[in-house]
């Protein structure tokens, strides 16, 4: 069974941490570009950071210096560190899988990540 399942949100006051995870089941995760997409209360969904299978990283400019992703290919997980959290980045955060040479877009159910004091 194809699965990706998002752990890791919750509540944290500005400026703390929080570290998502994503467990992939189901799918040859070494050969998929794995991503973090977040979507906040009335505005569409964005991508925040990709990983490729040998590690490049891509980021969106509001999380820069702030957001770290990584992937452990032997575990089929894909992990996003939060640091310098701050209001703005309250969110639903969802993990994304993607194998675009088969046409392949897969998601998770995301976890709810709130910045507040």
């Known amino acids: 069974q194809v699965q990706l399942v998002e752990s890791g949100g919750g509540l944290v006051q500005p400026g703390g941490s929080l570290r998502l995870s994503c467990a992939a089941s189901?799918?040859?995760?070494?050969?998929?570009?794995m991503g973090w997409y977040r979507q906040a209360p009335g505005k569409q969904r964005e991508s925040i950071a990709s990983?490729?299978?040998?590690?490049?990283?891509n980021y969106v400019d509001s999380v820069k210096g702030r957001f770290t992703i990584s992937r452990d290919n032997a575990k089929n997980t894909v992990y996003l560190q939060m640091n310098s959290l701050k209001p703005e980045d309250t969110a639903v955060y969802y993990c994304?899988?993607?194998?675009?040479?088969?046409?392949?877009?897969?998601w998770g159910r995301g976890t709810q990540v709130s910045v507040s004091s």
């Open positions: 990983v490729t299978r040998d590690g490049s990283t």
């Open positions: 994304n899988a993607r194998r675009a040479a088969l046409g392949v877009d897969l």
């Open positions: 189901g799918i040859p995760f070494g050969f998929y570009v």
